[in-house]
C-alpha cells in the first residue's frame, strides 16, 4: 500500500511539474486544451441526442419541416464546432512543438549552468541522456499533453453518457465496466513490459547516438575513418548493437501479440453484451424503445465504453510517460552544490590566495589528487606549476577556480574562504586558456567575445588577435573576425590550425581582461618559436595582474616570480627559477636542463 502511495505521489507530482513549465512556457496552451476537450465532449454528447430525433422522425414521416430544422441545426452546430476546434487544434500543434523545444532548451541550459562537478560525473552524463530520451519516448511532451486533454474529454463525455443512459439496467453499465477494468489491466502489464525493454535498451540508445552523431557524421571525424579504413570495424560495432535492440524489439512484439490477444476478446465480449440487451429491450418495451432510441442507447454503450477506455489507456500512458519524465525533473531538480552562498566580492584589483591545508580527491573515488597543499599566490605576482603529467597541476587549477571544492582545508581570497563569495561573481574574476582550446563553430569574434556580436567593439577584437599572434591571419580573409570556423554554419568558414586555434583562445582571455589570468598548457599545440613570442605577450598583458601559468615546457617559468614543483599531488619544491637552478639534485633542475638540451647545444646547456 505504501509503495502504491509512494507511486501515485510521484506520477502527481511529475504531472504537476510539467503542467506548471507548460503553463509557464504558454499561458493560453491549458486553457485552450481544456475548451478543446469540452468541445469534443459536447459534440459527442449533441450528436447523440439529435440522431435520435431524426430517426424518429424519419420513421414517423409526418413533419418534414421540422426534420429538416433539426438536420439544419445539427449541420449548422457541427460546422461551427468543427470550424473552432480546428483552428484551436492547429494552434496547439504549432504550441506543442515550441514546447517540446522549450523542454530541450531547459536541459541545455541545466547542462552549461550546473555544477562543474557534475559535468564530469559519467553518472549525471547518463542522467542528462536519460532526461533527453525521457521527453521523446512514448510521444514524449507532445504525447503527454494530448493524453491529459484526452482524460478530460472522456471524463465530460462519460458524465453526459451517464446522464442518457439512466434508463438502462446499472447491472448492464457495471458489467461493462468490469470488462473495461480488465481491458486496463492488459493494457498497463503491456505498457510495463514496454517501458522495462526501453531500460535495457537505452545504454543500446547511448552506443547509436555516440556512433551517429559523433562518430560516422563527424567531419572531423571523416579523416581518420578514411586514412585508417576503419569503416568496416564502426559498421560492424553498429550492427552489433543493432542486433541487440532487435532481439529486444522481437521480445516486446511477442508480448504484445498476447496482451492484443485478450484486449480483442474483451471487445467482441462487450459488443455481444450492448447488441443483445438492447434488442431485448426493442422486443420487450417497443413503445418505449424506439429504433431511435435503439440507435441513440447502442451508440451511447459504445461511446461509454470507449471513453473509459480511451480514459484508461490514456491514464496508463500518462503513467508510464511519468516514468520517463520523472528522469527529467530529477536532472532539472538537481541541487547545486558550490552556488549556495551570495555574498559580494568587494571591489579590489589586488587579489591574493593561499591554500591551506588543501586536499582533494574527485568524486566516487577515494585517491586523494592532491595532498595537504599549502600555498600562497601574492597579488599581481605570476606563479609557475610545473610537473609530470597526473601530479596534480591541472586539478590545483580547478580548485582555484571553484569548478570543485576541496575535500579537506580552505582556499582563501584576500583572507576570506572563496566559499562566502557568489559562485558566479567569483568565477567572473578569471580570464583562462586551457589546453583544449574549444573553439565554437561560430565567427572567430563571437568566440572571443562569447556574447551577442552585435554589441562587440571590433577594434578590441582586433588588438586582441593580434596580441595572440593571429591578427595577420584574419586580416586576409575576406570576412575577417566575422569569417566562421569550420563550414558546419557557413560554406566560406575556414578550418584553422590547431596552434591558429590555440591564439584565438588566448586573444578570447585577453579579451575578457579579468583580474585574474590562468593559463594550463596555453602554448601546447604552438611550435617554440610562437611559445617564446606567446609568453612575451602574456608577460605585458599580464603586467600587474595575479597570474598561474601551467606549462610541460619550461620556458613559461622565466617570466614568472615562482614556481610550485607539483609531484604525485604534493609541492616537492617552491621558489623563483633561479633558487630552484642551484639545488641541481631537485626535481625541477633535471626537468629543465632534460628539455634545454633540445634547443641548444651540450656547450650551451654546461653554462646554465
Not at 36 to 46: E, G, H, K, R, V
Not at 81 to 104: D, E, G, P, T
Not at 212 to 236: H, N, Q
Amino acid at each position: 500500500m505504501k509503495k502504491l502511495y509512494n507511486n501515485l505521489t510521484m506520477e502527481f507530482n511529475v504531472i504537476f511539474f510539467i503542467l506548471k513549465l507548460t503553463n509557464e512556457y504558454s499561458k493560453a496552451f491549458l486553457p485552450l486544451t481544456i475548451l478543446l476537450a469540452l468541445i469534443s465532449s459536447f459534440l459527442t454528447i449533441y450528436n447523440l441526442l439529435m440522431s435520435r430525433k431524426i430517426i424518429d422522425e424519419l420513421i414517423l414521416g409526418k413533419q418534414f419541416n421540422k426534420l429538416l430544422e433539426i438536420i439544419i441545426l445539427l449541420i449548422g452546430v457541427n460546422l461551427l464546432m468543427h470550424i473552432i476546434r480546428s483552428i484551436i487544434f492547429r494552434w496547439l500543434q504549432a504550441k506543442n512543438q515550441f514546447i517540446k523545444k522549450r523542454f530541450n532548451l531547459e536541459i541545455n541550459k541545466k547542462t552549461m549552468s550546473m555544477d562543474y562537478e557534475y559535468v564530469e560525473n559519467p553518472k549525471i552524463l547518463d542522467a542528462k541522456e536519460r532526461a533527453l530520451s525521457g521527453i521523446n519516448q512514448s510521444g514524449g511532451i507532445n504525447t503527454f499533453t494530448n493524453n491529459i486533454r484526452n482524460i478530460i474529454t472522456c471524463i465530460c463525455t462519460i458524465m453526459g453518457l451517464l446522464y442518457i443512459l439512466n434508463d438502462l439496467s446499472i447491472v448492464i453499465i457495471l458489467i461493462l465496466i468490469i470488462m473495461i477494468i480488465f481491458n486496463y489491466i492488459a493494457e498497463s502489464k503491456r505498457q510495463k513490459a514496454e517501458y522495462h525493454s526501453w531500460q535495457k535498451n537505452a545504454k543500446n540508445n547511448k552506443m547509436f547516438s555516440y556512433l551517429d552523431g559523433e562518430v560516422i557524421k563527424d567531419y572531423k571525424a571523416s579523416k581518420y575513418i578514411r586514412l585508417y579504413d576503419s569503416s568496416e570495424m564502426i559498421l560492424s560495432r553498429y550492427r552489433q548493437f543493432d542486433k541487440k535492440s532487435q532481439r529486444l524489439f522481437r521480445l516486446i512484439s511477442s508480448s504484445n501479440k498476447k496482451h492484443y490477444l485478450i484486449i480483442n476478446i474483451l471487445d467482441y465480449s462487450q459488443k455481444f453484451i450492448i447488441y443483445f440487451t438492447l434488442a431485448l429491450k426493442v422486443i420487450s418495451e417497443p413503445s418505449k424503445f424506439t429504433i431511435g432510441s435503439f440507435t441513440m442507447y447502442t451508440s451511447a454503450l459504445y461511446n461509454l465504453i470507449s471513453s473509459i477506455t480511451k480514459m484508461f489507456k490514456s491514464a496508463v500512458k500518462i503513467k508510464y510517460t511519468c516514468k520517463y519524465l520523472k528522469l527529467y525533473k530529477e536532472f532539472i531538480e538537481l541541487p547545486p552544490i558550490l552556488c549556495k552562498n551570495n555574498e559580494h566580492i568587494p571591489a579590489n584589483t589586488n587579489y591574493s590566495f593561499e591554500f591551506s591545508n588543501v586536499s582533494f580527491a574527485y568524486p566516487g573515488m577515494n585517491k586523494l589528487v592532491l595532498k595537504n597543499i599549502n600555498l600562497k599566490i601574492p597579488s599581481k605576482q605570476k606563479l609557475a606549476i610545473v610537473g609530470l603529467n597526473g601530479a596534480g597541476k591541472t586539478t590545483f587549477i580547478k580548485l582555484v577556480m571553484r569548478l570543485y571544492d576541496p575535500k579537506n582545508g580552505e582556499i582563501l581570497l584576500n583572507d576570506n574562504n572563496i566559499k562566502k563569495y557568489n559562485y558566479r561573481e567569483y568565477q567572473n574574476l578569471f580570464g583562462v586558456v586551457f589546453q583544449d582550446s574549444n573553439i565554437l563553430s561560430f565567427t572567430v569574434k563571437e568566440n572571443i567575445c562569447l556574447e551577442n556580436s552585435s554589441s562587440t567593439q571590433n577594434d578590441i577584437v582586433i588588438e586582441c588577435l593580434k596580441n595572440a599572434g593571429v591578427g595577420d591571419k584574419i586580416d586576409v580573409l575576406e570576412n575577417g573576425a566575422d569569417t566562421y570556423v569550420d563550414r558546419i554554419f557557413d560554406d566560406k568558414g575556414i578550418e584553422f590550425s590547431g596552434g591558429e586555434m590555440q591564439k584565438i583562445a588566448i586573444a578570447r582571455a585577453i579579451y575578457k581582461n579579468a583580474s585574474i589570468m590562468i593559463f594550463d598548457e596555453p602554448t601546447a599545440s604552438l611550435d617554440p618559436l610562437a611559445e617564446y613570442e606567446i609568453f612575451n605577450t602574456l608577460h605585458e598583458l599580464t603586467y600587474g595582474k595575479t597570474a598561474v601559468f601551467i606549462s610541460h615546457r619550461l620556458s613559461s617559468t622565466r617570466i614568472c616570480d615562482c614556481i610550485a614543483v607539483f609531484h604525485n599531488g604534493e609541492i616537492i619544491q617552491y621558489g623563483s627559477h633561479d633558487e630552484l637552478m642551484k639545488d641541481r639534485e631537485g626535481k625541477y633542475y633535471k626537468m629543465f636542463m632534460a628539455q634545454a638540451q633540445y634547443y641548444v647545444s651540450n656547450d650551451e646547456v654546461s653554462c646554465i
